[in-house]
């Protein structure tokens, strides 16, 4: 079955500066790729997605890229503001309409002013 | 925004309690999971749904059931409730249609197990 690993655990950039979370997977099948953001207290939001025919996705100040013949991904954050700080979660579902997405650890990214 | 509701949104309770945690979506949607997760940690599927009277146990071991006996609605149980069952509860659902993959997470029941 699929597997994700997600990098690094934990992630501290100053205010302005830019974040880059990174993600692998291993089931070449898979073919969309969401990331979450929780904030303390809540449920997982997701931020974006991308899916398999195509390499980046940008909206705003976050961007995805998905390399697909290394099979990772990643998610970048420019600009940092403090509300970017949170528990961001990387995720893979294999051929469509399978079952379950597969979450990678989480990465906790704190933004210091 | 999405419309998946989750109740209670805290609760306390003594060992040995039977609980019932709500998880309710109007959206639709086929697919429905939950996960327990530690604060800030990894999201551990316990139990997932493909429709109406379909259920399965996810990749975590739980003690806790679940039930799907309507479209929108997925509770989970716990018979009797142990410290080690204290915990935070996400409940999601998902609608792997042509046109779209996304699943949305409700707010979470934060579960403490005295």
């Known amino acids: 079955g699929e597997n994700v690993e997600q990098h690094p655990s934990t992630l501290s950039v100053q205010e302005g500066d830019s974040a880059v979370i990174k993600c692998t997977y291993s089931?070449?099948?898979?073919?969309?790729f969401p990331w979450y953001k929780q904030e303390l207290g809540k449920g997982p939001q997701l931020i974006i997605d991308?899916?398999?025919?195509?390499g980046e996705k940008k909206d705003q100040r976050i961007a995805v890229t998905l390399n697909k013949t290394a099979k990772h991904f990643s998610l970048h954050i420019t600009e940092t503001q403090p509300e970017d700080s949170a528990v961001y979660f990387c995720?893979?579902?294999?051929?469509?309409?399978?079952?379950?997405?597969?979450f990678g650890q989480g990465t906790r990214l704190t933004i210091n002013p | 925004e999405a419309d998946i509701y989750q109740t209670p949104r805290y609760l306390v309770i003594g060992t040995g309690k039977k609980i019932t945690l709500e998880c309710s979506q109007t959206?639709?949607?086929?697919?429905m999971y939950w996960y327990q997760q530690d604060p800030g940690m990894e999201l551990h599927l316990i139990h997932y749904?493909?429709?109406?009277?379909?259920?399965e146990k996810g990749d975590l071991s739980s003690e806790s059931t679940v039930s799907r006996i309507r479209t929108e609605h997925f509770p989970l149980t716990l018979e009797s409730a142990r410290p080690s069952h204290t915990s935070q509860y996400l409940c999601?659902?998902?609608?792997?249609?042509?046109?779209?993959?996304?699943?949305?997470f409700g707010p979470g029941t934060r579960l403490t197990v005295l």
């Open positions: 999601a659902s998902r609608n792997t249609g042509l046109q779209t993959d996304t699943q949305y």
């Open positions: 089931d070449s099948a898979s073919n969309y």
């Open positions: 991308i899916r398999s025919n195509v």
């Open positions: 995720a893979a579902s294999g051929m469509r309409g399978a079952q379950k997405l597969v």
């Open positions: 959206m639709g949607h086929d697919k």
């Open positions: 749904s493909y429709g109406v009277n379909s259920t």
